[in-house]
């Protein structure tokens, strides 16, 4: 089993499946949701050289997941940043290290463009951000709250 990551460039053939995974996944939240307009987030968030930037994972060639980094996500902590945002493994490729590559890959990428840090917000996933080193910042406390997660690079 292989897994690789690749940055994603706006003319990337998968950029439309990345685009659908995200779509499907959290366009539900945004009451102003407009296809459009998630697709042009998208691809100013494809750089190669800078934030923001987006990665791509395969597993033995398939695409099965998709990580950003960007700078602006959480208005709470809004002088801190990056942020890593829309992460998402596919459900069959979950549990074999992808996400983990994911973050891995994206931790050292940040750090080439200059970064010292990254911060990260999640509804669900906060034990799975401390076991790959993130330290809670804000802890979860209502169904409608984020814990805030944070790493030094």
Not at 28 to 49: C, F, G, Q, T, V
Not at 65 to 78: E, I, L, M, N, S
Not at 95 to 116: E, I, P, Q, S
């Amino acid at each position: 089993m292989e897994i690789a990551t690749a940055l994603l460039t706006p003319d990337s053939p998968v950029i439309e499946t990345v685009l659908a995974w995200h779509w499907h996944e959290w366009s539900a939240e945004d009451a102003d949701a407009d296809i459009e307009k998630w697709r042009e987030r998208l691809h100013s968030r494809s750089r190669l050289d800078r934030v923001p930037f987006t990665l791509v994972a395969r597993l033995d060639g398939d695409i099965v997941g998709c990580v950003t980094v960007c700078d602006d996500d959480d208005k709470r902590y809004a002088d801190r940043g990056p942020w890593l945002s829309g992460m998402l493994v596919i459900g069959p490729a979950r549990n074999l290290g992808v996400g983990r590559r994911l973050l891995r890959d994206a931790a050292a990428h940040a750090r080439g463009l200059g970064a010292t840090e990254l911060w990260l917000y999640t509804a669900e996933a906060a034990r799975f951000y401390e076991r790959c080193g993130y330290r809670l910042a804000h802890q979860k406390h209502t169904i409608h709250d984020n814990a805030v997660l944070w790493r030094e690079l």
